[in-house]
């Protein structure tokens, strides 16, 4: 059996372990990395060559992105990572970072539960990092922090530790501020949302080198700043990677501290839903119930040469399947299922059935739109999407 069949096979077994998905978006300022990290996670993953990790931007499928090099449109991919002797199934969703496209950012936002900022060292939080966090924490979707392009660091600006050490830890304080301001008054996040090195939140690395650190990954590797830049000065990039490979030390953060669906939904449906919260369609939401009513919502619409119109979004509840006709919010009657499938790469690969806790590409939907609730009952829509282009400037 190829490879690729294999990862579709191993896609299927784990979509029904909610606990074991990891639903994410990376988000960040444009050029601060997000499609090289996208790329190495890819490639750590199995789904790309690791040569090509980096050049081949996966993430970018239509031709006017590759060639303008910015991500217009959401593109979605499954993977699976194995932490601490489990496999987890990760739905990575890919978010525009042209400020333009806020309406896209915050769609893919409705479809995750952590998000994952990329922060360019050298830049620092930029209005971008803050429109995205926005963004993101309305939505009830946990961040995590990646600081890239450390290589940058040390080899162009010549920093040593302790210099290193106080510019990352800046970073990390103005993305705290910012969250602290942002989570301030929202009662439903009783957690502490913000970052930190030591609760293992923060990684650091080079997703052009396709290095990464965070402390749990240091306390394993036995790895510390100073071998880091003893290695990267020595131009001994490759055995970095080798000794401390990017794709592990982020897949791992994702996996131990984004919410899975079961600790997710409770918290965003009431926050995305404004219908009956004393329901049984809440509480199949709520619960992340595979045998309830299909409540899917899109996040994306994209053109498929062969298939036509293909919707991609997260299930709720049920379990969406072939030839069921779906209610699609705001047109009268029922749309017919086509088929089901999810991505891999920039392709989307067809299975049985997507359970709850999954994001679905879906196709026969020919009335949604980005932003539809599709489901098997009559019910009320999600909450409309807010978009928010606008980066208000707080930095001084
Ligand atoms: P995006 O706009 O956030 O998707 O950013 P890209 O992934 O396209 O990266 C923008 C530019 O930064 C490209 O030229 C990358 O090669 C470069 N880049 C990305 N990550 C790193 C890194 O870790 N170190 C260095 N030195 N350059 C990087």
Redesign the pocket.
Known sequence: MGRRKKIVQECEKLMDKPENIRNIAIA??????????SDNLLAGAGMISNETA?QQ?AMDTEDDEQER???IDAANVSMTHEYEGNNHLINLIDTP?HVDFGGDVTRAMRAVDGALV?VDAVEGAMPQTETVLRQALREGVKPALFI?????LISELQEGPQEMQERLLSVIRDVNELIRGMTDDMDDINDDWRVSVEDGTVAF?????KWGVSMPSMQATGMDFGDIIDMERNDQRQELHEATPLSNVVLDMVCEHFPDPIDAQPRRIPRIWRGDAESDLSEQMRLVDDDGEVVLMVTDISMDPHAGEIATGRVFSGTIEKGQELYVSGTAGTNRVQSVGIFMGGEREEVGRVPAGNIAAVTGLRDAIAGSTVSSIEMTPFESIEHISEPVITKS
């Open positions: 960040a300022h444009v050029d601060h990395g997000k499609t090289t990290l980096g931007l090099g910015i991500t970072g990329v890239n392009k450390v290589d940058r690395g080079s997703a052009l080198y």
